[in-house]
């Protein structure tokens, strides 16, 4: 199983108030890297965040398919997951070609995904699967899921996920408000850093998880111990895993 960790791959864009289907960001060579590994285009599996929102689910599963056929990939099927599909879980995701796991709200997704036993039929998986923002937080063993805005300070912040990977990003890096002039958000991924590193990424940014090696492509930051340090730049790529595996060491 091969996974990808993004945080926005621009599948679409506001124009005069719409949002309509763009081209995928291929700042870092995101289309190449994923034709490496997708042989067919035959189902396009979009796992959603919030399983009742109907009408958005299917826009934003619409605006992802047309935006990766626009890209070169051309899927024939578009097949969401949310509650009016997901007791036919397990026969879905047998026959998909990529799994696509949604941006939203990351607790909510991730309470969605336990009730409907994702991890357990994902085990079985073994093609492709990005996950997008919030989706690309709960493929971690333990998610480390910061809060958006002030309200959420008091939430929790880990929790177990669906066990894929033992990457933990912060997406949308320098995209985020910080909570206003005095960058709570900021001091709140230091502070948190002490307990867990994760790296932070920035929108067109992504890491490859093979289950060899995990590969960072593009602008992104290392959190741990209370700072942060940049280790990788928009054009360039860091093997992640090699960078964690030696800080845990200094611990």
Known sequence: MIKFLTSDIGASKKVNGVRVVSRLDNTNHFIESLQKYITEGENFVFVVSSPNSYLGNNSYAKLTFDSFNMSGFKFKNLQIVDLRTDSNLENIIKNASIVFLAGGNTIEQMDYFNKINLSEVLKKYTKIIIGQSAGALNLADEVYCSPEDESEIEEKRYFKGLGLTKINIEPHFKNTPHFAEE?????????????????AITDGSYIVDDGKTQTLYGEGYLFSNGSYTQICENGQTVDVSKILSSNNRTK
């Open 183 to 199: 960058n709570i958000l900021e001091k709140i991924l230091l502070e948190d850093s002490f307990k867990k590193s994760f790296i």
